[in-house]
Nanobody, 127 residues
């Protein structure tokens, strides 16, 4: 019954900022470590960031470190990805995902470790 719905994507110019949101419904949000992935046309799905159930641990791909920030608001059952200084190479469909395994395990960075996925939100960055 878990559902994830992303929002906040759009068409922006290089250097702009966005905040992506992902709302979970159907189960207790704090049962899940959460992640963001992205997939550009013709490329594999790529890890972006992850956050633990209580926000105490975060992990970022080297390609986005310093520009992307993952956060969560457990009262709103929502995980966020704030992105700044967007580049054309950031263009992709961005997906959020929930890890239903133990919240105490290391933050997962491969898609197969996640159990629930949103439908994705398109981010397009023009030069």
């Amino acid at each position: 019954q878990v559902q994830l719905v992303e929002s906040g994507g759009g068409l922006v110019q290089a250097g702009d900022s966005l905040r992506l949101s992902c709302a979970l419904s159907g189960r207790t949000f704090t049962n899940y470590n959460m992640g963001w992935f992205r997939q550009a046309p013709g490329k594999e799905r790529e890890f972006v960031a992850a956050i633990s159930w209580n926000g105490g641990r975060t992990s970022y791909a080297n390609s986005v470190k310093g520009r992307f920030t993952i956060s969560r608001d457990n009262a709103k059952n929502t995980v966020y990805l704030q992105v700044i200084s967007l580049k054309p190479e950031d263009t992709a469909v961005y997906y959020c995902a929930a890890d239903s395994q133990s919240v105490f395990r290391p933050l997962a960075v491969v898609p197969r470790e996640y159990d629930y996925w949103g439908q994705g939100t398109q981010v397009t960055v023009s030069s």
